[in-house]
Nanobody, 123 residues
Framework: QVQLAESGGGLVQAGGSLRLSCAAS????????MGWFRQAPGKERALVAF????????TYADAVKGRFTISRDNAKNTVYLQMNSLKPEDTAVYYC????????????????WGQGTQVTVSS
């Protein structure tokens, strides 16, 4: 099973940017679909962005379309989430997740999860 570690979270003012990184270890992520989820206090964890194993297919939650970009560097075994034009409602713990699948669509189940990184956007 692949181990995941997120980094890059922090406190930023509204309108600012952050780039989250998800470093994988234990296995190469070349055949893994990857996702970024977030969970705000009192809310359920939700998929924010998805990238297929090939990198050719990405999907985004409506709330972040046009502002967030997911990418992957399989050579570095790392997935990124570039977050621009951040809003206070983006405040949450962000989690990286992986699932071994060659499907171009987001899987219904992700088997590997990181510990999460806190993102706080002040108004």
């Amino acid at each position: 099973q692949v181990q995941l570690a997120e980094s890059g979270g922090g406190l930023v003012q509204a309108g600012g940017s952050l780039r989250l990184s998800c470093a994988a270890s234990g296995r190469t992520i070349g055949n893994y679909a990857m996702g970024w989820f977030r969970q705000a206090p009192g809310k359920e964890r939700a998929l924010v962005a998805f990238i297929s194993w090939s990198g050719f297919r990405t999907t985004y939650a409506d709330a972040v379309k046009g502002r967030f970009t997911i990418s992957r560097d399989n050579a570095k075994n790392t997935v990124y989430l570039q977050m621009n034009s951040l809003k206070p409602e983006d405040t949450a713990v962000y989690y990286c997740a992986a699932e071994l699948t060659l499907s171009p669509s987001p899987p219904t189940f992700f088997g590997s999860w990181g510990q999460g990184t806190q993102v706080t956007v002040s108004s």
